[in-house]
């Protein structure tokens, strides 16, 4: 998945994945995790998600990652903020209140501006990327988050033949293997899909959405 599919996806606003509301599971799940009021998420491969509003409201510091500048302006925008912008090795950071988004490439973040997330929230991420970079980004970027970080993770399930990603389908099992080295791994919820809907689910026998809770060992 280069970076040229996203930046066209968004110049073409082909952004189905983008959600007018919080994620339900988050809502419905993030209390229970006690991640502290002041600690600081990180949200990676943001979009414009609304999750970084909720998660800001929750008195939580906010760090995100978007590749595309569209994407990013248009959050902005959308939510009435006004960023303060600077330049860092990391990108261009758009700051607004508790809400630091980057302009920039997750695979380019380091432990250092990583290192006061003790929160984590990915959300059509790990998904939207195909199986070498999900590899990549577990080794890469997870593995920069600091010690007894804690969060949550959104998977989809679905027979991967039937349909190509993204999103793709991330199971169990892969996540097992992506994480349980270095993270406790633990299902919240798993939730069906009903088939036959207009969106990304047309034409698939099966679809869940899983819920997992994180913590770094
Ligand atoms: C499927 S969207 C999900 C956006 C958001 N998490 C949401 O729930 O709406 C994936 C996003 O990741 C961005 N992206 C893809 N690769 C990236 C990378 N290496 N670094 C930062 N952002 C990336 C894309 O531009 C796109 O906006």
Known sequence: MQPEFWQ??????????HQDHPTALMLKHWPMLDV?????VFVPLAGKSLDMVWLASQGHRVLGVELSQLAVEQFFDENQLSPVIRETKYG???VAGLIDLVCGDAFGLDADVLRDCMGVFDRAALVALPAD????YAREVYANLPHGCHGLLVTLEYPQHEKDGPPFSVDDAEVHALYAREWAIDLLERERIVPGGPRFEEGLSRLEMA????RRY
């Open 8 to 17: 066209q996806r968004w110049r073409e606003q082909r952004i189905g994945f």
């Open 36 to 40: 502290a009021p002041g600690a600081q």
């Open 92 to 94: 261009r950071h758009y």
């Open 211 to 214: 819920a997992y809770g994180v």
């Open 133 to 136: 970079l999900r590899q990549r």
